[in-house]
């Protein structure tokens, strides 16, 4: 068993006994491909929820500064994580995203880039629809609703593909292409509140 699978049985484990969460829409993440897995950002255990919820691997971007931590620098690349500066243009960062998406890879995003505080969907940033647009990838909008407190509804819904065929065509901007799957993913959350 690798790294991945191992934090996956035991973040599984962890969430079953602790929130019990609910995952919804698995049969709509496709089996094959590359696929943009872009979902609404709550809590700081979010990346391992949306992790253990997807029947695929994800790989997902962390803020560089963790990767400065020594017990995690060696850790976050064998879990699928690679590391993304905030606040600039991170050509490595995106040059690995769009890597991965041609690779067949599943790419996890929080498009708002940061967490709510008050579990509100916020404005989504332009790297998401940057990914949509420059890449033949699937768009999986993903939802996470409810809280993490014990006795408390959790669930996690995958949407299905977003048909990103009249962007591409179009050749609309980043931003108009995040917002759309912003747009799917408060649809998605506003049917399982």
Same mark, same amino acid.
């Given at each position: 068993m690798n790294l991945y699978s191992f934090g996956k049985w035991l973040c599984g484990t962890y969430f079953k006994a602790v929130y019990k969460p609910e995952i919804i829409g698995v049969e709509n993440m496709p089996e094959t491909g590359g696929v943009l897995l872009?979902?609404?950002?709550?809590?700081?255990?979010?990346?391992?929820?949306?992790?253990?919820?997807?029947?695929?691997?994800?790989?997902?971007?962390?803020?560089?500064?963790?990767f400065s931590i020594p017990v995690l620098k060696s850790i976050l690349p064998r879990v699928n994580a690679f590391p993304v500066?905030?606040?600039?243009?991170?050509?490595?960062?995106?040059?690995?995203?769009?890597?991965?998406?041609?690779?067949?890879k599943v790419f996890g995003l929080f498009p708002e880039g940061t967490r709510s505080k008050n579990g509100e969907i916020g404005e989504g940033l332009a790297g998401?629809?940057?990914? =949509?647009?420059?890449?033949? =990838?699937?768009?999986?909008?993903?939802?996470?609703?409810?809280?993490?407190?014990?006795?408390k509804k959790l669930k996690v819904i995958f949407g299905?593909?977003?048909?990103?065929?009249?962007?591409?065509?179009?050749?609309?901007? =980043?931003?108009?292409?995040?917002?759309?799957?912003m747009n799917h993913i408060a649809q998605l959350k506003k049917e399982n509140e």
């Open positions: 872009c979902a609404n950002h709550i809590h700081n255990f979010d990346p391992p929820l949306v992790g253990v919820a997807s029947p695929r691997d994800v790989h997902f971007m962390a803020k560089a500064e963790i500066k905030r606040g600039m243009s991170d050509k490595t960062a995106l040059k690995t995203g769009i890597q991965l998406l041609k690779n067949g998401a629809g940057f990914f =949509a647009l420059k890449s033949d =990838a699937h768009i999986v909008p993903c939802a996470i609703v409810g809280q993490y407190k014990k006795g299905k593909p977003i048909d990103f065929t009249d962007l591409r065509e179009q050749k609309a901007s =980043a931003k108009e292409a995040t917002q759309l799957i």
